[in-house]
């Protein structure tokens, strides 16, 4: 017995198993007690380490050292908001009460790998640009090639202005070469 309040005294209840029940302890590595795994670390990093190899298969341009740290951030915001989307669609088929820390969980997620996503030049945005930045860049190699005949008359022109005549012929070939080489290249 214990007091409580002064003069009072309160029963305390037994230390051994409630109602003889028992249960061996938990083994390490044990998911019993997950409902979704949105708040696990470990179920976090499995499904991050899958859409890693996903990303991987898809992208392989992406996997460069100067992109791991953003890959994997990517990685676990993805693996977050699948876990915690399909929390919230097992709870909804189930009947059960949304968790609001889950919803906030799956939307806060989803906002992050976007701007990850965007940041690595996976997004619809991002693809976008780059097709932008394609297309001007094709327009500027198309123009540099239609001015090149232009360029090297005027250089022709200056060497036999400079009474250089008889090497202009020389030089405009050599640079009609290197020009030939660098188109070919790319």
Request: proline letters at 5%; one cysteine or more; glycine letters at 6%.
């Amino acid at each position: 017995m214990t007091e409580n309040a002064p003069g009072t005294a309160v029963a305390v209840a037994s230390k051994g198993p409630a109602r003889g029940y028992s249960w061996p302890p938990f083994e390490p590595g044990n998911i019993a007690h997950l409902k979704h795994g949105a708040f696990s670390s470990r179920a976090v990093g499995e499904r991050a380490g899958l859409v890693l190899q996903e990303l991987a298969a898809q992208r392989p341009d992406l996997v460069a050292d100067e992109n791991a740290l953003s890959l994997a951030l990517l990685a676990r915001a993805t693996a977050r908001e699948e876990l915690a989307h399909e929390g919230l669609e097992a709870a909804s088929a189930a009947g059960r009460d949304v968790s609001p820390r889950l919803l906030e969980a799956a939307t806060a997620a989803a906002r992050v790998a976007r701007e990850l996503a965007d940041s690595l030049g996976i997004g619809p945005l991002a693809a976008a640009q780059l097709r932008q930045t394609r297309s001007s860049a094709a327009l500027n190699v198309a123009s540099l090639a239609q001015q090149a005949p232009l360029v090297l008359a005027a250089i022709q022109r200056a060497l036999s202005v400079c009474g250089l005549a008889e090497r202009a012929q020389d030089v405009v070939a050599a640079l009609d070469a290197a020009l030939m080489e660098v188109t070919e290249d790319d």
